[in-house]
């Protein structure tokens, strides 16, 4: 592993090439195109095209037509005023483009969310998928139980999830994506200490994986008596996909629906109880919707998981949160390249982003001698200890 590096810059678009410029260049216009619907009328369009056109040229940051739901955010624009999009970094360019839309579309002022349609469609197509391959799972043991509804949070997008629900660790997917695995650890560390007090996960996309998340909350749940589970989601709608507390209760809503196998509506059943008693909560921090890495959230939530029993982190860009979203070569070390960090965590994360730490470079040459575009394809993943 390096252990003698500096701190290095932020990821940034580097123009004709990268991930980077591909996202502003292809991925960015895509978005806009699925929104343009849900824009009330012909003003909000043009806005919206200004902002996407601003942002693919480079242009000066017009922050006037930016939304303040916070003081995080009035402070935060104050310091754009004479910044061009090409001088921000990769994190920030993406938080403030979905800031831009959300305060297009008039979200902070009359609710208008320009993703709900979106979220409700992964929703109704994970629920036949997850109902399927439910009943494998909640007939495994404990230790067997935690394992597989971890690698099914993981890889929850993907169709085929019998090569997940096994006792064993020797499934093709598994090998052939997943780089590090220390899911081992977790779980021993679980097992062997009497676990009480409260389990966070911070939570990324709506559909198969919040399906997923609840699965994992209600092993969790089953297994440990002592325990409490707070599911951090974002406050607003962000990068189209991520989870709102409406999401949670709208998948619960869909466990419980009579049209269901009996296992998914007892789940529902249970997880329902686990709020009614106050074993599980979902909360919505405003950091999570600022351009905040995890060195710089607010006391009182820097505290509450500082002091948790276990953090899960769900996705890639908490992950990028950890590590500053910085160009660290890979085979930096964790403790590293989350210096300042103030809590550890389990990081459950499919790599669509080029941000990546503790990773020898043999994993990394087998990878990219099957992928050019390895570390942002979506196709790999890491569960790894961070913080």
Known sequence: ?????????????????????????????????????????????????????????????????????????????????????????????????????????????????VFWPTRQRALAEAIPALDSGLEKILQLSDTDLLK?????????????????????SDSNLWNDRVLLDESDEFISCLEQHPVKGDIHIIADNAGHELCWDLVMVDALLRSFNNIRVIIHVKPWPMFVSDALSIDV????????????????CLMG?????????????????????EPKHFSAL???????????????????????????????PMDTPVEIATDGVPFKALALRVLKSDALIGIDLSIAETAAAKFDNWRTRG???VIQSLG
């Open 269 to 289: 059943q249970r997880l329902r109880s686990a709020m009614d008693c106050d074993r599980l909560l979902i909360q919505a921090e405003a950091d999570w919707g």
């Open 148 to 168: 597989t509804t971890i690698r099914c949070s993981l890889f929850a997008n993907e169709a085929d999830y019998s090569q997940l629900i096994t006792s064993r």
């Open 249 to 264: 209760e709208e998948t619960l809503n869909r466990f419980v629906d009579e049209n269901l196998s009996e296992g998914i």
């Open 379 to 381: 196709h790999f993943a």
């Open 298 to 328: 607010n006391d009182d939530l820097s505290n509450t998981l500082s002091n948790s029993t276990i953090v899960i982190s769900k996705g890639d860009l908490n992950y990028r949160r950890f590590v500053q979203d910085r160009q660290w």
């Open 1 to 113: 592993m390096n252990t003698s590096i500096n701190t290095p810059d932020p990821i940034k678009r580097i123009r004709g090439e990268g991930f980077v410029d591909y996202t502003i260049t292809r991925r960015l216009p895509k978005i806009l195109s699925t929104i343009e619907k849900q824009l009330q009328d012909h003003r909000q369009l043009e806005a919206a095209q200004r902002l996407l056109q601003s942002v693919m040229e480079g242009s000066p940051i017009d922050t006037k037509i930016f939304s303040c739901p916070t003081a995080y955010w009035e402070n935060y624009l104050d310091h754009l005023s004479r910044l061009t999009w090409n001088d921000l970094s990769f994190f920030d360019l993406e938080f403030l483009f979905y800031h831009g839309l959300n305060s297009i579309a008039g979200y902070f002022d009359n609710g208008v969310d």
